[in-house]
Nanobody
């Protein structure tokens, strides 16, 4: 059974760092693009970052460029999101997702992602 499980969320002070992990079971990640999304209370889910199946192409939301880094380890079937210089506005539930459709460009659109994890809470507060 296909499953994505996020971990690594928590409470951190502004300026701090967290590393999110998403372990995937039930299928090989080799041919899937992967993405991180987030949803804050009262807001729509938004794309944070995504990475192609090979890891050669990545995209970031403008709000996280220069602070967040996405990476993947296909051998471990895991995708990561390193988050540095965290701000209170980064507070949200973070989800990882997998896109099974081959595309010319990696997608940051939520509706292109067919498989989702349950989410992990990230709270940035002093």
């Amino acid at each position: 059974q296909l499953q994505l499980v996020e971990s690594g969320g928590g409470l951190v002070q502004p300026g701090g760092s967290l590393r999110l992990s998403c372990a995937v079971t039930g299928f090989s990640l080799d041919y899937y693009a992967l993405g991180w999304f987030r949803q804050a209370p009262g807001k729509e889910r938004e794309g944070v970052s995504c990475i192609s199946s090979s890891g050669g192409n990545t995209n970031y939301a403008d709000s996280v460029k220069g602070r967040f880094t996405i990476s993947r380890d296909n051998a471990k079937n895991t995708v990561y999101l390193q988050m540095n210089s965290l701000k209170p506005e980064d507070t949200a539930v973070y989800y990882c997702a997998a896109d099974p459709t081959p595309r010319t460009m990696v997608s940051g659109r939520t509706y292109d992602y067919a498989y989702w994890g349950q989410g992990t809470q990230v709270t940035v507060s002093s």
